[in-house]
């Protein structure tokens, strides 16, 4: 079994900073890509950010420049660095991880953290 904690939510005026964490824990093999989605009110689930097992990072335009991924292989950890906030941002965010447990691959996500941001 396979548990994503997140942590790092919470309430910021815009233009203010977060850093989301999500660390993997339980039976893992390998971790190949970890990302970070988000879902507002009434809208579908987007990718914010992602990156490869090689380091390699992809960003949406609305958020490119702004949100930083990145990874600590020997922690099972990803992280999201948000600054330059703005109230469009407010949703609730989760961590995705492509990784294999025992002997499959599969995505695993977290719980989901609420990220609230006032003008």
């Known amino acids: 079994q396979v548990q994503l904690v997140e942590s790092g939510g919470g309430s910021v005026q815009a233009g203010g900073s977060l850093r989301l964490s999500c660390e993997a824990s339980?039976?893992?093999?390998?971790?190949?890509?970890m990302g970070w989605f988000r879902q507002a009110p009434g809208k579908q689930r987007e990718m914010v950010a992602s990156?490869?097992?090689?380091?390699?990072?992809n960003y949406p335009v609305s958020v490119k420049g702004r949100f930083t991924i990145s990874r600590d292989n020997a922690k099972n950890t990803v992280y999201l660095q948000m600054n330059r906030l703005r109230p469009e941002d407010t949703a609730v965010y989760y961590c995705?991880?492509?990784?294999?447990?025992?002997?499959?691959?599969?995505?695993?996500w977290g719980q989901g953290t609420q990220v609230t941001v006032s003008s």
């Open positions: 339980g039976i893992i093999v390998s971790i190949n890509k």
């Open positions: 995705n991880i492509f990784l294999k447990s025992l002997s499959r691959w599969g995505d695993s």
């Open positions: 990156i490869t097992d090689l380091g390699n990072t």
